[in-house]
């Protein structure tokens, strides 16, 4: 729910190509420029952490980050002050906070598989298996769907995911 709440936010900036890739990275086109930390400190607590690339241009300290980073400098018409797109942002954690009180997990995964087009994926699995398939989103219990080459749905619980690799 905070990743879709936050695409939003890129959306009104007019970031192209904005999109939401499992789990947590906000995409612009096939270039990260931002990641998501979501931790459950207990049954009532998340903490949210949110890093994003505004100015700063990551490739130059990591040559390899330059294909598959971005900054919303790069991407976006009109960059806002850190002040209000902090502000916004926040606005916006605060509709998903408002949305999951609302709906629960149930409307928080409709609303993500929404988002999650079916990309052919390859997964590797905490095990070291490799999992290959068309991404179809998540199930009831926030597990991975997958369907194989073969016309196979697999189920992949989400905490024996290592990677997700996007084929496109």
Known sequence: MVGHHLLL???E???PEAR???????????????????EQGGRQQ???GIGMN???????????????TTRLAEVSGAVPSLDALTVSLLDRLDNAY???LAGGLESAIQALNMLW???????????GEIIGGKFLGLDEGANLRIVTAQGHERRVLHHHV????ELR
């Open 54 to 68: 505004v100015q700063n241009a990551p490739w130059t300290f990591d040559p390899s980050l330059t294909d598959s």
């Open 162 to 165: 290592a990677r997700l690799k």
């Open 9 to 11: 936010a890129l959306k």
């Open 13 to 15: 900036l007019k970031v």
């Open 117 to 127: 087009s079916s990309c052919p994926v390859e997964i590797t699995s905490t095990a």
């Open 46 to 48: 998340l903490t949210v």
């Open 20 to 38: 939401l890739r499992w789990p947590n990275d906000l995409m612009s086109g096939r270039k990260k420029l931002a990641g998501l930390l979501i």
């Open 98 to 100: 408002q949305a999951m």
